[in-house]
């Protein structure tokens, strides 16, 4: 056992790496975050490997930041779907990762507030996905990925969106 603590019962009661790393550390908010990551990365690489069929691949992505956000396994708790939608856009468009999670790291660290980061990093992937989905480099089927996934994200950010507006966002 890492931790007599259940995070289901700790702050925003979520199982994602910032309430992770509140209750329980640094160290193991950056494990769950990997952990999470992985989870919606590898799946998606293998997918893209094996499957022929954008539509299949691009509905798999947005299933697993569901999963991780609803998961059947918590009564349908869990995360806010940021790590393992960082791990399948990776999978799906890894040109476009390092710039928006440089910009939400540099947010967190500055605004010691991960939901800043988390839904600014997110949102400012959209325009370049776009020019390369334009261009021909990617499916039109991942923008469909790209919208529900976004959505459930920001779904499940809406506390932190009060939060933020009436200046009482939790932070680090």
Request: net charge positive; with cysteine; proline share 2%.
């Amino acid at each position: 056992m890492i931790s007599s603590k259940n995070v289901l019962e700790i702050g925003s009661g979520s199982t994602g790496a910032t309430n992770v790393t509140r209750a329980l550390g640094l160290k193991l908010g950056i494990t769950v975050f990997f952990m999470d990551f992985c989870k919606g990365f590898i799946p998606i690489l293998i997918f893209r490997q094996i499957l022929e069929n954008d539509l299949a691949i691009a509905l798999s992505a947005s299933s697993i930041v569901f999963g991780h956000c609803w998961t059947i396994f918590l009564k349908f708790k869990g995360g806010k779907g940021v790590a393992p939608g960082v791990g399948t856009f990776t999978a799906l468009a890894y040109e476009i990762v390092l710039l928006p999670t440089i910009i939400s790291l540099i947010l967190i660290i500055k605004t010691r507030t991960a939901s800043i980061g988390s839904l600014v990093g997110s949102i400012f992937s959209f325009i370049p996905f776009i020019i390369l989905i334009i261009l021909g480099i990617y499916e039109l089927e991942y923008l469909l990925y790209y919208f529900i996934s976004m959505l459930i994200i920001i779904i499940r950010h809406k506390e932190n969106i009060y939060r933020l507006i009436n200046n009482n966002e939790r932070k680090f």
